[in-house]
């Protein structure tokens, strides 16, 4: 039985899965039916980037270390070690917008996948990334172009009717809160950025006189949603604790509520990349405190002996 703390390789490869196909179908519909502005061409690339960055560093990887490609083993082996650069290429596809230029989609998505393999912390008898590799692509892209933008919020909805924009959202809520509950088990992460976020806004109202309604306004868009949903909860790179986790879905709240107060766009992505170079931070502060006890202890035992 899986406990709402841990991450088990059943629960990833079937959280992985459900989560491609999720992204998989809305970009479909998104490009045929919703009014998605960008071209065929740009998830397209973002693909073919993010499965050949993909494939090279594995390979490379596997080299050094003298093992076997994790990709090898089947084609049912193979679409599954795809599955995670696929998220990650049509997410950074469909968020960014570059008007009809190529490069900046193929930039952000190797720059996502790179970011996996570059931004390591020890954890768990290991090494794991910290950084949402999409988030990171996008964040990297905006700070470095500034002419690329985010895809404007209102064209997962443009082409529906006023039902479809109420459909929409509750089917994209029911089943995030579906797969989170059941395979990633991050509801308290949810439950404290909802709430964080809702927080914040009075703050700034009380603060500094923002309308309430204006800074409580973007919980209401599909972008947030899919935000909460699908980013925010990426279990590889957020804690498995239900404290860490409310700890930190309320620094992501927090840190965008600073960003706004000074003036800084995007302030979704930047919190996100913020809070996970934080927690990366901690992480290696925390192996590092680890590694100077042990010397401690392995110096100090010779001595205890001695004298016993």
């Not at 088990?185 to 006189?209: E, K, Y």
């Not at 599909?222 to 309320?250: C, E, H, K, W």
Request: charged fraction near 10%; proline fraction near 6%; aromatic fraction near 12%.
């Amino acid at each position: 039985m899986t406990t709402p703390g841990s991450w088990h390789k059943s629960d990833r490869l079937g959280g992985l899965r459900r989560f491609a196909a999720a992204i998989t179908v809305l970009n479909t519909l998104g490009h045929t039916l919703f009014g998605f502005e960008q071209s065929w061409a740009q998830p397209l690339v973002a693909l073919a980037t993010a499965y050949s960055t993909e494939i090279l560093l594995e390979l490379i990887d596997a080299w050094s270390k003298r093992r076997t490609p994790r990709f090898v083993g089947g084609v049912r082996n193979f679409v599954d070690f795809l599955l995670s650069p696929h998220i990650t290429g049509l997410a950074v596809a469909m968020l960014l917008y570059a008007n009809e230029r190529l490069w900046p989609i193929a930039f952000a998505t190797a720059t996502a996948i790179c970011s996996k393999l570059i931004f390591r912390a020890p954890l768990e008898n290991g090494a794991r990334h910290f950084f949402n590799p999409s988030n990171f692509g996008i964040t990297i892209t905006l700070l470095l172009f500034p002419w690329v933008g985010i895809a404007p919020p209102y064209q997962f909805t443009e082409n529906l009717d006023r039902l479809g924009d109420w459909i929409l959202p509750a089917i994209i809520i029911v089943s995030g809160t579906f797969l989170n509950a059941r395979f990633t088990h991050r509801l308290p992460l949810i439950a404290a950025w909802l709430g964080g976020f809702a927080v914040q806004a009075f703050a700034r109202s009380l603060i500094f006189g923002t309308p309430v309604v204006a800074a409580l306004l973007p919980m209401t868009g599909m972008a947030f949603i899919l935000y909460t949903f699908y980013m925010v909860t990426d279990p590889a790179t957020t804690p498995n604790g239900s404290r860490a986790q409310v700890a930190f879905g309320v620094a992501v709240a927090a840190t965008y509520g600073l960003l706004l107060v000074t003036h800084v766009v995007f302030g979704l992505f930047f919190a996100l990349t913020i809070v996970c170079a934080l927690r990366g931070v901690s992480l290696y502060a925390r192996a590092w405190a680890v590694t100077r006890i042990r010397g401690k202890v392995a110096v100090q035992a010779p001595v205890i002996a001695k004298e016993a």
